[in-house]
């Protein structure tokens, strides 16, 4: 195991926008949990010159030292993890990840991930593709649920790769956004890079990036937001997050990089406000997949609901705008 070190200074807008120190870093660090932060923290991996603590903002100007601990690739091992399986022969599975489950490891999650999870599932998965990432071809946001499909063999990996490159993969997501005067339905074509103002972030504001193409429409209008669908052409990295943000600016709810939860909040129902107390995910779910199996040629399609909670968004929605 080793360290990745990020420094970084306290501005006065990090102090408008934030009251405690936990919530500045889960937003900084999205791939990070609350309660990974707190045990980083307890482990003296978050440093300054002054005394920190996590329950309220430093000073402005406080240079903050971050040693993020980064798996090695060999030490990547096999948990039992419960993971729901929607599908599986000899050449792929197809699993529905929840939100929060971290799909391989990385920086701040040396463990505990989808690759973990699947390599006590199959045992000989190692060596497929990538030695960090095994068997994994595409990969989901750890806070968006929903549909993936998992090469178990080098032949599939191969073969998936070649899909998701020629656009051969049917993807359909959903999401819940801010905002309740968008159109209808409309085309987001943009080029998406890494954003020069916070490396975290992607952003259509660059010189150069690479193409994406997301299409849009709306599935229920409501009061101050949005029930929206989303066919990707394109799967780059927070696609759908960054066009909802940049090009509508309607952020997906509760995107703790990419929201305005401050804003949001003024418009939640009683029922959000405690539905949202303690969850930490942007609404956004992988509900549809579909294509040709590599090996034996079959079309595969698969469908999942999304979380419980989405679904409990909703209808305090509906009945607010009734």
Same mark, same amino acid.
């Not at 200074?9 to 309660?35: G, V, W, Y």
């Not at 980064?70 to 993890?81: E, G, R």
């Not at 699947?118 to 946001?141: A, M, S, Y």
């Not at 490396?199 to 209008?221: C, D, E, I, P, Y």
């Given at each position: 195991?080793?360290?990745?070190?990020t420094?970084?200074?306290?501005s006065p807008?990090?102090?408008q926008?934030?009251?405690?120190?936990?919530?500045?870093?889960?937003?900084?660090?999205?791939?990070?949990?609350?309660?990974?932060?707190?045990k980083?923290?307890?482990?003296?991996?978050?440093?300054?010159?002054?005394?920190?603590?996590?329950?309220?903002?430093?000073?402005?100007?406080?240079?903050?030292?971050?040693?993020?601990?980064?798996?090695?690739?060999?030490?990547?091992?096999?948990?039992?993890?419960?993971?729901?399986?929607?599908f599986?022969?000899?050449?792929?599975?197809?699993?529905?990840?929840?939100?929060?489950?971290?799909v391989?490891?990385?920086?701040?999650?040396?463990?505990?991930?989808?690759?973990?999870?699947?390599?006590?599932?199959?045992?000989?998965?190692?060596?497929?593709?990538?030695?960090?990432?095994?068997?994994?071809?595409?990969?989901?946001?750890k806070?968006? #649920?929903? $549909?993936?499909?998992?090469?178990? &063999?080098? *032949?599939? =990996?191969?073969?998936? !790769?070649? @899909?998701?490159?020629?656009?051969?993969?049917?993807?359909?997501?959903?999401a819940?956004?801010?905002?309740?005067?968008?159109?209808?339905?409309?085309?987001?074509?943009?080029?998406?890079?890494?954003?020069?103002h916070?490396?975290?972030?992607?952003?259509?504001?660059?010189?150069?990036?690479?193409?994406?193409?997301?299409?849009?429409?709306?599935?229920?209008f409501?009061?101050?937001? #949005?029930? $929206?669908?989303?066919?990707?052409? &394109?799967? *780059?990295? =927070?696609?759908?997050r !960054?066009? @909802?943000?940049?090009?509508?600016?309607?952020?997906?709810?509760n995107?703790?990089l990419?929201?305005?939860?401050?804003?949001?909040?003024?418009?939640?129902?009683?029922?959000?406000?405690?539905?949202?107390?303690?969850?930490?995910?942007?609404?956004?779910?992988?509900?549809?997949?579909?294509?040709?199996?590599?090996?034996?040629?079959?079309?595969?399609?698969?469908?999942?609901?999304p979380?419980?909670?989405?679904?409990?968004?909703?209808?305090?929605?509906?009945?607010d705008?009734?």
């Amino acid at each position: 195991m080793q360290d990745q070190i990020t420094v970084f200074t306290i501005s006065p807008e990090d102090l408008q926008a934030h009251k405690r120190l936990d919530s500045f870093l889960a937003q900084r660090f999205p791939d990070l949990s609350r309660s990974l932060i707190k045990k980083l923290f307890q482990d003296k991996h978050i440093l300054s010159d002054v005394k920190l603590e996590l329950k309220k903002m430093p000073a402005a100007g406080t240079e903050i030292s971050f040693k993020m601990p980064v798996a090695n690739p060999v030490d990547i091992v096999a948990q039992n993890i419960p993971i729901e399986i929607l599908f599986e022969d000899e050449e792929l599975i197809i699993v529905n990840k929840h939100a929060g489950l971290v799909v391989h490891p990385a920086a701040g999650n040396p463990d505990g991930t989808l690759v973990n999870a699947i390599l006590h599932h199959c045992p000989d998965l190692k060596g497929i593709g990538n030695e960090k990432r095994p068997g994994i071809v595409h990969r989901l946001d750890k806070g968006t #649920s929903g $549909v993936m499909v998992v090469a178990k &063999t080098q *032949r599939c =990996h191969e073969g998936l !790769v070649e @899909l998701f490159s020629t656009h051969d993969i049917d993807r359909l997501y959903e999401a819940i956004s801010l905002g309740a005067r968008i159109p209808p339905q409309k085309t987001l074509e943009s080029e998406i890079g890494r954003s020069p103002h916070n490396r975290l972030k992607m952003s259509t504001k660059v010189k150069q990036g690479k193409a994406a193409l997301t299409h849009m429409k709306v599935l229920n209008f409501f009061n101050n937001f #949005s029930h $929206v669908e989303l066919r990707l052409e &394109t799967g *780059r990295t =927070h696609q759908i997050r !960054v066009h @909802l943000s940049e090009l509508l600016n309607c952020p997906i709810l509760n995107d703790p990089l990419y929201g305005r939860k401050n804003e949001e909040k003024k418009f939640y129902t009683d029922s959000m406000k405690v539905l949202l107390k303690d969850y930490e995910h942007p609404f956004l779910h992988a509900k549809y997949l579909g294509f040709i199996h590599p090996i034996t040629k079959k079309r595969l399609e698969f469908e999942t609901k999304p979380p419980q909670i989405f679904q409990d968004i909703l209808e305090s929605l509906k009945e607010d705008a009734k």
